[in-house]
């Protein structure tokens, strides 16, 4: 049975049943829906306070005058698009907040990957945009794409805060020390991390955009570039 095939058998069933075929589709979609409500519930009962914590520190990097610098790869570039979106169209009479989807100038991530290498596609445009106290947001399903972590590296290097979001055991973002906020979705289908994903990043966005014109102690001015005292990631074995 080929991975499609495990996916969506009733595609492949060899009874001419109708009926059968669409109860199988509608099963399908109950167990898929059950699926990613668990999910959900199990990582925000696990990374819940992170989630608030991370929330602070962005509001206080967005109040400090940062901007945040989003980017992924695939149907990750997509949701670091969508990031970028939500933070610069906020609604509800809210002041839209700088953020920029470091996918979507072609010109400038053709010219990279075809003149340098599409590993540095992120790190050479946060050297060029990122300043100290922006923020890096990256989203991959698996955590280990190069351009990410080279993204990560150059974010830390410059003074960035770093939040990143990946799927399974974290991959080889799980392994750095350049993050200062990962969170990781404990799943093997990548359609489901990407759902908890979209769910994780319109959650930070709502957190964010509550804090900013409600919390009387964030600074208004002062030197964007402090950091947060520590890395904090919590991976699907526990935290570290």
């Keep these: 049975m080929t991975s499609i095939e495990a996916l969506y058998p009733f595609l492949y069933a060899t009874s001419g049943d109708l009926q059968s075929v669409l109860a199988a589709?509608?099963?399908?979609?109950?167990?898929?829906?059950?699926?990613?409500t668990a999910?959900?519930?199990?990582?925000?009962?696990?990374?819940?306070?992170r989630l608030l914590a991370c929330a602070h520190d962005l509001a206080v990097a967005f109040a400090t005058g940062a901007r945040l610098l989003a980017f992924g790869n695939g149907g990750s570039c997509t949701d670091a698009q969508d990031v970028a979106t939500l933070f610069m169209h906020p609604g509800g009479g809210r002041r839209p907040l700088p953020a920029i989807a470091l996918t979507s100038d072609v010109a400038v991530v053709t010219a990279l990957s075809n003149d340098v290498g599409f590993e540095v596609v992120f790190a050479?445009?946060?050297?060029?945009?990122?300043r100290p106290g922006d923020i890096a947001l990256g989203?991959?399903?698996?955590g280990n794409s190069e351009n990410l972590v080279r993204a990560f590296d150059e974010a830390a290097r410059r003074g960035l805060r770093t939040v990143g979001l990946a799927g399974g055991q974290g991959g080889v973002m799980a392994e750095l020390d350049?993050?200062?906020h990962l969170f990781v979705v404990p799943s093997a289908s990548v359609h489901r991390i990407q759902e908890a994903q979209t769910t994780l990043y319109h959650v930070?966005?709502?957190?964010?955009?509550?804090?900013?014109p409600a919390r009387r102690d964030l600074?208004?001015?002062?030197?964007p570039g402090s950091r947060p005292a520590a890395r904090v990631r919590h991976l699907p074995g526990g935290e570290v």
């Design 25 to 36: 589709v509608r099963q399908s979609t109950v167990d898929k829906t059950r699926e990613i």
């Design 178 to 180: 350049t993050i200062d």
């Design 204 to 212: 930070l966005w709502q957190l964010v955009v509550d804090q900013l």
């Design 219 to 223: 600074p208004t001015h002062g030197d």
């Design 124 to 130: 050479r445009q946060i050297a060029a945009f990122g």
């Design 39 to 49: 999910l959900r519930h199990a990582l925000f009962a696990r990374d819940g306070d």
């Design 139 to 142: 989203l991959s399903t698996s």
